[in-house]
């Protein structure tokens, strides 16, 4: 076989936990990890949405335990190496540490595109678990360039053996990701990756740009099942790629008919760019934002749309979900006050 030149990390596992509202069982979840393994992708990302210990109010509960949900992949993963997300502040080295006893090899340590000093203590133990490790520096859209360098050198000091360029509100354009890749493969020594969102219909497009200015670490979601409108669709990302004459190892047709008979039943609904997941895009607002601005938007009587532009006015952020609803209240109460 010939050897990879970019490894795919599936993220619809965790990722898509945010489409599910993470409602994922055991059963969907063994499925979809043979399959994926079956199919030879290289890791398969499982989590709640928001990472290890994300089950909660305030990110939404999950109708199981992520760590039997991990511990089912795990078993049927013989090719593929099961990764883990975790966000300091929502998860912790405890659960870090119980996920790599279940068999877990990668770590994901994810934060705010200029807060990498908080990911120090979770990199290092990581790297002493063992754990294949990657900074995630999320929201990229959020820092200039220069910035960006500076964050990805200090994950990269404190161990991490990849640094990704995480466009979390899909609102990157390709110059942009074309100008951030550059930067990090001239001033870190790390492998660098990148993972995209789809709201403004842009993913396959900056994903490709990324690798041709070196990425080799890639993210994509089968069925384009990922928070918003979804990420990089893996099963078409794998074709373009072969047309391109870049070799992923993956099995098309069986990601083919994983996508169409195991993944599209999943889906609440057709994963596609909505009026919601446009304006996630538009307003560079985090992904996975989109459901909560939805049902705040109903609770309140406001429209979604105005929610979500109003947090992007105010730059919030992952882990400030309990914005939404007050963001909401607010303009219900404008709107009455005229």
Known sequence: MTTPNVLITEVALRDG??????QYTVEQVLKVAKALNDA???????SHGDGLAGSTLQFGLSRTDEFELIEAAVSVSDVSKIAVLLIPGIGTVKELKQAAKLGAKMA???THV???DVATQHIAAAKDLGMETVG?????HMADVATLV???RKMESYGADTVYVVDSAGTLLPHQVRQRIRALREHIGANVGFHAHNNLSLAMAN???????GATRIDGSVRCLGAGAGNTQTEVLVAVLERLGIPTGIDLYRMMDLAEDIVAPILPTPQEITKDSLVLGYAGVYSSFALHAKRAAAKFGVDSRDILIELGKRKVVGGQEDMILDVAAELARAATSR
């Open 150 to 152: 500076e964050q990805a």
């Open 17 to 22: 936990s945010h489409a599910v509202a993470h």
């Open 207 to 213: 994903t490709l740009v990324a690798i041709e200015e």
């Open 40 to 46: 030879r992708v290289p890791y398969i990302e499982v």
């Open 108 to 110: 994901r340590v994810a």
């Open 114 to 116: 200029t807060e990498a």
């Open 136 to 140: 995630f520096l999320m929201m990229s």
